[in-house]
């Protein structure tokens, strides 16, 4: 969380004044919007139909005679590392679309310092509350919180393509006709 909300940080106060995300062109702004909408519906689309992609590195004939080396994700699962969770923190927070929307809002809205703080925060506190919450539960009631983290984890398995479909595809029809309705 601390490196996400280092990088709001840094990029409200590097475009603070700037004219950057002030006037965007709208035109621009609908091609865009155009183009993810468009994007998350193929996602939606290939969710409900199914499909399933998956990269199979080539075989090669000689591999069968060499010993099988562990790839980096085997050896860091394979023993507990402060720094593989400090990395793989830090990829997770690394910025997303909404983050990235929100904190063009903030630098449009022109707020004292002390706002642009405090939103930042709160909405890393948001972002990461299904993270937060559960770590906050093993430590009050780790049995109690250990089987309803099971049971979500387990609907999540179970509903993933319909979830995927739902969000994917309402998210893009939105974009797209947004997008449709401001291009100039």
Do not use: C
């Given at each position: 969380?601390?490196?996400?909300?280092?990088?709001g940080v840094v990029i409200v106060f590097a475009l603070h004044g700037s004219n950057v995300l002030r006037h965007p062109d709208p035109?621009?702004?609908?091609?865009?919007e155009v183009a993810v909408g468009a994007l998350l519906i193929v996602v939606a689309v290939v969710a409900v139909a199914g499909r399933t992609f998956q990269w199979h590195p080539r075989r090669r004939?000689?591999?069968?005679?060499?010993?099988?080396?562990?790839?980096?994700?085997e050896r860091a699962l394979g023993r507990d590392s402060l720094w593989v969770a400090w990395a793989a923190g830090a990829l997770y927070s690394a910025p997303g679309a909404y983050y990235l929307a929100g904190l063009a809002l903030l630098v449009k809205l022109e707020q004292p310092t002390a706002t642009d703080l405090l939103a930042i925060v709160g909405f890393n506190l948001v972002m990461f509350a299904f993270i937060e919450l559960p770590l906050l539960g093993f430590l009050v009631a780790p049995a109690r919180a250990s089987a309803i983290t099971g049971r979500f984890s387990d609907w999540?398995?179970?509903?993933?393509?319909?979830?995927?479909?739902?969000?994917?595809?309402?998210?893009?029809?939105?974009?797209?006709?947004?997008?449709?309705?401001?291009?100039?």
């Amino acid at each position: 969380m601390g490196f996400s909300i280092g990088f709001g940080v840094v990029i409200v106060f590097a475009l603070h004044g700037s004219n950057v995300l002030r006037h965007p062109d709208p035109g621009v702004t609908a091609i865009i919007e155009v183009a993810v909408g468009a994007l998350l519906i193929v996602v939606a689309v290939v969710a409900v139909a199914g499909r399933t992609f998956q990269w199979h590195p080539r075989r090669r004939r000689d591999d069968a005679k060499r010993p099988q080396r562990q790839t980096l994700h085997e050896r860091a699962l394979g023993r507990d590392s402060l720094w593989v969770a400090w990395a793989a923190g830090a990829l997770y927070s690394a910025p997303g679309a909404y983050y990235l929307a929100g904190l063009a809002l903030l630098v449009k809205l022109e707020q004292p310092t002390a706002t642009d703080l405090l939103a930042i925060v709160g909405f890393n506190l948001v972002m990461f509350a299904f993270i937060e919450l559960p770590l906050l539960g093993f430590l009050v009631a780790p049995a109690r919180a250990s089987a309803i983290t099971g049971r979500f984890s387990d609907w999540m398995t179970r509903h993933k393509r319909t979830l995927i479909t739902v969000v994917a595809g309402a998210g893009g029809l939105y974009l797209l006709i947004s997008g449709l309705v401001h291009l100039p």
